[in-house]
């Protein structure tokens, strides 16, 4: 016994690998199940993570130690931000040894030790998955069939505390260089019955982890749910509707999954994301290719893979970019020039990305080790969805408008800070240094309370029992990152500065370490609130937290304690290390409004508004000149009804079907309009949402009649 301590559309280009047996093993990851960070060498991380195995199939799954038939362990760590998906670490392989009897899953028929049982689970802890002595490469397994070499043949040396552990660099992790990151962990299992019952399609699953800096390196936790059968690539759709997916099965071999980002840059050009993630593929790829329409004119190309660690026979090096031909193609050298080259391997994901003036509807991915079809074309395009454009202003004094998945932004002053209050419910009242208008009230001072949260200054009391918020009870015009009982006297600090220069300065307020007034000593939380100067914009940042917000009150509120947000309310996982929320006055982007046909008899006139919500939308037509011009919403002349004909003094308020990316649409045969009339368009995207309410205001858009 071991110690437990230590797409939306599928592209099925072929089956599965058949099934020679009735009754079938199913392994999949049922659980993440817990994480250690080893610290770091250089300026590389190391990380692993605990898996549990269930056997969902209906026959027990062979588990025999010093054999080629038992599962091997994979794990790998992924990065989301910037609107792409990038696999960043990967470790060596866990063999298994024997097998437990738990029921995670399901209800155990008792089998374990050489065989996992049926409806069993098994554990692996970090500190097991993470021993370096016992992990194999993965270069000696054929993911497809689930073979590999046991002994495992290549075993060099490894260096202390990263050797083939995840292995991610501290470029990667660091909060700095990547606002607004998510991180994901993934498992994976290989083993060759579970193969042979071409059952391996369901063998990866990932959950989203925080990243922390400490000490020099970096900490990982574990937050969520574990996602299971979910390879992490399918973190990038989860996190992004936005995001296409497309599966293609290999015959006779293994599974790919294709991915793509499509973004509108709002100047004539679109940045396409991409990222091809090999399941359990053994003859990998080669090549990716976008074919690309004549004059795309392409640009900024970029590659991203994972890099082999730990003496690895697989090579590392980059695939090289081209735009010959007017398409963009990354490629490795082929199988005939070296079996060591760095193909698209199993278990990794490579990305890339570039700009063009087209959008691709294709891409081709060439197989790496020889066989049949070497070259797969798979039809893949998604709208390019806008970045937004400029501001429709809005008054310095709100209404505020909530973002709680804003980018990470922690500002550390635990050094260089002014000592706020240090005693159980103190209270001290802070100069910001500059003038903010909050919710209409200008302040240039607040006080800061131990228990988490700020309030417009002059106020006093102890405030440690919390309530909701907004709610009307004492203490009003509160910023809550954290108000519960808390306490600095039992341990933690409480700090806060006015950072930058004029029109730009930051009053900073940071809770670090601080303790809770009962309950463990060790339970501690660090967080932020930043209110900026001139925006009036207000964050709230945690770095780590014990008890993720379960008794605790987070939102604003206004001086009259009865409007304002809440994000929590005595909410468990409420608050996530490695979060930011937002409270902003600025006015979403504008929406862009575009006008397609003639006017003639039978043309189709094809109206386009792009915004950044899926809300109602009102679009207004009138002809120019005309008494009045629209957005002046006062008087509307000219227009379209719904039933498609020519009115006088009419109103089109249709409401417009969107495909996820804040885009309507919206098409009528034309009727047959008089010769020489401009028709003026212009659209509003509204949230009818309380207490925002806000409008998305186009540009104008004239359709000109023959």
Not at 108 to 116: E, F
Not at 265 to 283: I, K, M, P, Q, T
Not at 438 to 453: M, P, Q
Request: hydrophobic residues 40%; glycine residues 12%.
């Amino acid at each position: 016994m071991h110690s437990r301590t230590a797409l939306g559309l599928a592209l099925c280009l072929a089956g599965s690998l058949p099934s020679l047996v009735s009754a079938q093993a199913d392994v999949i990851v049922g659980d993440l199940s817990d994480t250690l960070s080893h610290g770091s060498v250089g300026n590389i991380a190391a990380f692993s993570v605990g898996t549990v195995s269930c056997n969902v199939g209906t026959a027990n799954l062979l588990w025999i130690a010093s054999t080629n038939q038992h599962p091997v362990i994979g794990l790998n760590m992924y990065k989301v931000a910037n609107g792409r998906v990038e696999q960043i670490g990967m470790s060596w392989l866990k063999h298994g040894f024997t097998a437990l009897t738990q029921s995670l899953c399901g209800s155990c028929n008792g089998v374990g030790g050489s065989a996992l049982g049926v409806g069993c689970s098994d554990p692996y802890g970090a500190g097991l998955n993470g021993n370096q002595g016992s992990l194999g490469p993965r270069s000696e397994v054929n993911a497809a069939t689930g073979f590999f070499l046991y002994p495992p043949q290549h075993m060099p040396s490894y260096p202390a505390t990263i050797g083939k552990r995840i292995q991610v660099s501290h470029a990667d992790l660091d909060p700095a260089l990547n606002p607004g990151a998510r991180y994901f962990v993934e498992g994976q299992y290989v083993t060759p019955d579970d193969a042979l019952a071409g059952n391996g399609w369901n063998n990866a699953s990932y959950r989203e982890v925080t990243v922390t800096p400490s000490g020099g390196s970096y900490v990982i936790a574990l937050t969520s749910t574990t996602q299971r059968t979910k390879p992490a690539i399918q973190a990038w759709q989860d996190l992004d509707s936005r995001v296409v997916m497309q599966t293609i099965d290999i015959p006779g071999d293994g599974r790919l999954h294709v991915g793509l980002r499509a973004i509108d840059l709002l100047n004539g050009r679109y940045r396409f994301e991409y990222a091809v993630h090999n399941l359990n593929s053994d003859r990998s790829v080669r090549r990716f290719t976008v074919p690309m329409a004549p004059g795309a004119n392409l640009s900024n190309l970029r590659f991203h893979d994972v890099n082999y660690h730990t003496s690895e026979v697989w090579n590392s090096s980059d695939w090289t970019g081209s735009t010959a031909g007017g398409n963009a193609s990354w490629e490795t050298a082929t199988f005939a020039q070296s079996s060591f080259a760095n193909a698209l391997r199993w278990g990794t994901t490579y990305s890339f990305s570039f700009e063009a003036s087209a959008i691709p509807t294709t891409v081709e991915l060439e197989l790496f080790k020889p066989g049949a079809n070497p070259v797969i074309s798979v039809p893949l395009s998604a709208f390019p969805c806008p970045l937004g454009g400029g501001s429709n202003g809005g008054g310095p004094s709100g209404p505020y408008f909530q973002d709680l998945n804003a980018p990470y932004d922690f500002v550390d002053i635990s050094a260089t800070g002014s000592a706020g209050p240090n005693s159980d419910d103190g209270n001290v009242t802070a100069s910001l240094g500059f003038n903010f208008n909050y919710y209409g009230t200008v302040i240039n001072s607040i006080t800061l309370n131990a228990n988490g949260h700020l309030y417009l200054n002059g106020q006093t009391g102890a405030h440690f029992d919390n309530s909701a918020v907004p709610g009307g009870g004492a203490p009003v015009g509160q910023i809550c990152a954290y108000w519960d009982d808390l306490n600095p006297a039992v341990g933690g600090t409480i700090r806060y500065q006015t950072i930058g220069t004029a029109p730009l300065r930051r009053f900073v307020a940071m809770w670090n370490d601080v303790a809770f007034y009962s309950g463990p000593s060790t339970d501690r939380e660090t967080f932020c609130i930043i209110l900026d100067e001139s925006t009036n914009k207000i964050t709230m940042s945690w770095r780590s937290t014990s008890r993720g917000g379960a008794n605790a009150s987070l939102g604003i509120e206004a001086a009259d304690g009865t409007t304002g947000f809440s994000a929590g309310f005595n909410t468990p996982g409420s608050v996530i290390a490695g979060r930011t929320h937002t409270y902003s006055t600025a006015f979403p982007e504008t929406a862009q409004l575009s006008v397609t046909g003639s006017g003639s008899l039978g043309s189709t006139i094809g109206i386009s508004l792009v915004g950044v919500e899926n809300k109602p939308v009102w679009v207004m037509i009138d002809v120019l000149p005309g008494p009045t011009l629209v957005p002046n919403f006062g008087t509307v002349h000219l227009g379209l009804t719904p039933a498609f004909a020519v009115l006088i003094d009419g109103l089109l308020v249709p409401f417009f079907s969107t495909n996820g990316c804040g885009v309507f649409r919206f098409e009528f045969a034309s009727p047959g309009l008089p010769p020489g009339l401009n028709i003026f368009m212009s659209g509003l995207i509204f949230d009818p949402a309380a207490p925002n309410q806000v409008a998305h205001l186009s540009n104008g858009a004239v359709l000109i009649t023959p």
